[in-house]
């Protein structure tokens, strides 16, 4: 697949997923498997966290290009990273990487929203061993977390 590169949510997407891999990897953080993290609340029960910030920042980890467009969050449970991206055929891309930033596997979930501000919205939610998400035209795919088998669609 080809993905956009130039899009500006391609950044979005990036920045999101390295600050959030930064954080887990440096804090050894609880799971966030939803959107706005366990409870739904933007609420972390991390102990031991920074009081300032290094001036230039954590240290970066790893970066990922190459998800497409969108404006996904990500999620993160059981080892494994879920992000969402819109491809270059439209077509909505759930990505799992190891905690490394390694690609585990990726899958489409049928078409995404082309209308205004076009892309990936969805924040994959992570139930168990399952792994949800929902385009912007309402596609609701769940697949297996581990192997990326799409379970079922409506």
């Not at 992000?83 to 990487?97: H, P, Q, R, S």
């Amino acid at each position: 697949m080809n993905f956009v590169k130039s899009d500006p949510g391609v950044k979005c997407l990036s920045v999101a997923v390295l600050l959030i891999a930064a954080l887990a990897q440096l804090t050894l953080a609880d799971d966030s498997p939803q959107f706005r993290g366990p409870n739904r609340d933007g609420c972390s029960n991390e102990k031991n966290l920074l009081k300032i910030w290094p001036e230039a920042g954590p240290n970066l980890l790893w970066s990922i290009e190459g998800l497409g467009t969108g404006w996904s969050s990500p999620a993160i449970a059981d080892g494994l990273l879920f992000i969402t991206g819109m491809d270059n055929e439209k077509n909505g891309v759930l990505f799992a990487y190891d905690l490394a930033g390694i690609l585990k596997w990726k899958k489409t979930y049928g078409p995404e929203w082309t209308g205004s501000f076009p892309g990936a919205r969805t924040t994959p939610t992570v139930d168990g061993d399952r792994v949800y998400v929902v385009s912007g035209n309402g596609n609701l795919v769940c697949f297996d977390a581990k192997s990326g088998r799409e379970i079922w669609a409506v």
